[in-house]
């Protein structure tokens, strides 16, 4: 039986790294409520990622809702349909309407030339995604958002340490939210987090996620209960100890699919830009046409070899039923969307991935494709006898 081999496999740090700092929660008593642990991760990662301000959060959507409410962002915002449903869903949560915008065929990230002409008197907001971490156009949608006074909230669940030019994408917009989930490159279990620019802000997140609490008998907004928790914080400690690691590895194995895969015709690798230090959060592909098998054949075989991909992102936010019937979901207005969510399939990637399982990824990729000549495969695979 040949072993799993999930598209991704959380972080874990030694265990024995985070006893101490179990024992020490047991020994205050301090669970949660902005405890030490949570006032250090905030300050280290800080740090860490090159940001001015940061807030942590018991989850990615929960931020991704605070900072709607934190901007007091009101009637249409613009988004992408290419992305995880919280990111539309925050806006529905939040009584906005969310508008589609179509995408970049290179970046996977909403096209700025397709945002102006979706403007009308009720949009107030911008809320693209750093697909895969590979950063959006942020010069482009600045300057649209500037021109017609729209804030700018990215969705950076996956762009973790992700810098441009030397600089953190997390300082980019107004404000920018993480996620801490288990999937992602760093993980608190679950957890997230607002970067923002300035302390007053800060000041007003922080209340927003701690049911609006400004002082023991005083509230000063219809805040949430979104804090994140010492056990939580403390995990974070400790994993930012190896995140460096984690990240080189992630790299080592980017580069491995690149060579193995650059000569199969009809796979498609990724590249973020040569001013990008990308986080190679994802191995996504695009299965072309002059692949023999289409994308969700090539999903099946894999599955079947117990190589467990993902369609990340198929299908798009805005074929569910709760979007579908907006105009801007139509598939006629996201050409470039549909046809990559068709074609995209990420392939496992994650730091402790072993280089025989990369290769079994690769073998079972090279068995199908049109180079191997192995047709009678390839007609099993349409359920024909060869
Ligand atoms: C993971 C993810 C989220 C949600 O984060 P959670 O921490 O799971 O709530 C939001 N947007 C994108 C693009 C994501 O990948």
Redesign the pocket.
């Known amino acids: 039986m040949k072993n799993n081999v999930y598209v991704t496999s959380p972080l874990l740090p030694p265990l024995e790294e985070f006893i101490p700092y179990l024992e020490q929660i047991w020994e205050n008593k301090f669970l949660t409520n902005g405890g030490q642990f949570h006032q250090q991760l905030e300050k280290a990662l800080a740090e860490y990622l090159g940001v001015e301000h940061l807030c942590l959060f018991s989850?990615?959507?929960?931020a991704?809702l605070t900072a709607l409410q934190a901007l007091r962002i009101t009637g249409e915002v613009i988004t992408t349909p290419y992305?995880?449903v919280?990111?539309s869903h925050s806006l529905l949560w939040n009584g906005l309407t969310p508008v589609f915008a179509d995408i970049d065929p290179v970046t996977c990230n909403i096209d700025p030339a397709k945002i102006e002409q979706l403007i009308t008197p009720a949009t107030s907001a911008i809320l693209p995604?750093h697909c895969y971490g590979i950063p959006c156009d942020v010069d482009g949608i600045q300057k649209i958002a500037d021109a017609w006074g729209l804030k700018v909230i990215y969705?950076a669940?996956?762009a973790f340490g992700v810098k441009k030019d030397g600089q953190s994408v997390l300082n980019c917009g107004d404000l920018s939210i993480l996620?801490?989930?288990a999937?992602?490159v760093f993980n608190t279990f679950?957890?997230?987090a607002i970067i923002c620019p300035d302390a007053r802000m800060k000041q007003r997140i922080d209340y927003l996620k701690n049911f609006g609490f400004a002082g023991e008998t005083t509230v000063v907004a219809p805040g949430i209960n979104a804090k994140m928790n010492e056990v939580q914080a403390a995990f974070g400690l400790v994993q930012l100890q190896h995140i460096d690691g984690a990240l080189a590895a992630r790299r080592a194995i980017y580069e491995r699919y690149c060579e193995l895969l650059s000569d199969i015709d009809g796979i498609e690798s990724f590249s973020a830009p040569d001013n990008v230090e990308w986080n190679h959060a994802y191995y996504p592909v695009l299965v072309n046409e002059s692949y023999p098998l289409s994308r969700d054949q090539l999903y099946d075989v894999l599955k079947e070899e117990n190589i467990y991909s993902r369609r990340y992102f198929y299908p798009l936010i805005s074929s569910f039923s709760m979007y579908r019937h907006l105009p801007s979901a139509s598939p006629q207005n996201l050409p470039v969307a549909e046809g990559i969510s068709q074609k995209i399939l990420c392939l496992p990637i994650f730091p402790d991935l072993s280089e025989s399982d990369q290769d079994r990824v690769v073998a079972m990729i090279r068995q199908y494709s049109a180079a191997s000549a192995n047709q009678p495969l390839v007609a099993q695979v349409d359920g024909e006898v060869a």
């Open positions: 989850n990615g959507t929960l991704l992305s995880f919280a990111t995604v969705d669940a996956h996620s801490f989930h999937t992602k679950e957890g997230g």
